[in-house]
């Protein structure tokens, strides 16, 4: 009875809204941010002012926006249902899956490049479709009825969080030096040296972190996975629900990554690093996330068939 009411609740599903703000918000910071301050304080730009607040914005579309469109994408064509919507949605899958290409987006160089229009391009009809479906369906009403699962989410999402506010600061081009409190919990201006990195450097240097991208892939799979009770098929929820999984996996994954070197080990508290799981590859750190995202898919599966099916009503007629 559940999912069948949500299939019928009216307006575009606010989680979607939620997810574009979400990196809408991060978006105009990182721009803000690259344009004021200059390069060298930032990490692996060479420029700045406005030409270097939006190389680094098309970068960040790529990654990890990109990342987060392609779920998007599936879930906005399958309530659409229309052969126009779908072919869309098609195309931009496929410019938005070129940041899987090794090389398109490198954390050593996060200056944006012409293959970077892509995948950004992705992006843009990800959004576009997005007001498609706010037209068609309604604009966003209120939050979906509370789902089984939205404890755990509320709780990952907050630790997630709490880890996370060096790097909310840092893209504000701020620190907490000198902040009561803040200053005590978190490390961010201070000078620090890390196993392996030669010289003096800020503990948490201003701008963007691939931290903060793991919490935009953590936060936005557990808001769209709110959304895979009132998808049309079992095929759509398997695999959508199984890229969710993984997104919140690898997301996780970053965030331990990038907090356990900048709060711990540039504390001088241990040596050892947490490894560097940005780029998928053959290795333990993978085999982690991988096992954790099937994990979560499987206790997710369990939650979903306690609930009784429905199929919600189609939206729209070939064209």
């Excluded at 391009?121 to 939205?150: F, K, M, N, S, Y």
């Excluded at 392996?196 to 931290?211: N, Q, Y």
């Excluded at 098929?233 to 199984?242: E, K, L, S």
């Amino acid at each position: 009875m559940e999912r069948a009411e949500r299939a019928s609740e009216p307006g575009l599903p606010a989680e979607l809204l939620a997810v574009w703000l979400l990196f809408a918000v991060v978006g105009l910071e990182i721009f803000a941010t690259y344009w004021r301050l200059p390069a060298r304080e930032l990490y692996h730009v060479s420029g700045s002012g406005p030409t270097g607040g939006a190389s680094r914005d098309l970068v960040f579309l790529n990654y990890p926006t990109a990342l987060v469109a392609i779920a998007v994408l599936v879930l906005v064509a399958d309530r659409l249902a229309t052969r126009l919507t779908t072919a869309a949605a098609l195309v931009g899958f496929g410019l938005s899956a070129v940041v899987f290409w090794p090389g398109v987006v490198d954390q050593a160089d996060l200056d944006a490049r012409p293959v970077n229009k892509l995948a950004g391009a992705g992006v843009l009809i990800a959004v576009a479709l997005t007001l498609v479906a706010a037209r068609r369906l309604g604009p966003p009403g209120r939050p979906g009825r509370r789902q089984r699962g939205d404890l755990p989410r509320l709780g990952i999402a907050a630790a997630a969080l709490a880890l996370a506010v060096p790097w909310l600061a840092a893209d504000l081009g701020l620190s907490f030096d000198g902040v009561p409190v803040l200053g005590t919990l978190y490390q961010s201006g201070e000078l620090r040296t890390q196993p392996g990195v030669a010289g003096l450097h800020p503990a948490v240097h201003h701008g963007h972190h691939h931290g903060m991208d793991g919490l935009l892939l953590v936060l936005s799979a557990l808001l769209l996975s709110r959304l895979l009770s009132s998808a049309r098929g079992r095929r759509t929820q398997a695999v959508v629900g199984a890229y969710l999984a993984l997104m919140l996996a690898y997301g996780a994954g970053q965030i331990a990554n990038d907090f356990w070197i900048e709060q711990v080990v540039k504390r001088g508290w241990t040596a050892w690093q947490i490894p560097d799981v940005t780029r998928p590859q053959a290795s333990v750190a993978w085999g982690v996330i991988v096992l954790a995202a099937a994990a979560i898919y499987a206790l997710a599966g369990r939650r979903t068939r306690r609930s009784p099916p429905s199929v919600p009503a189609r939206l729209g007629t070939s064209v």
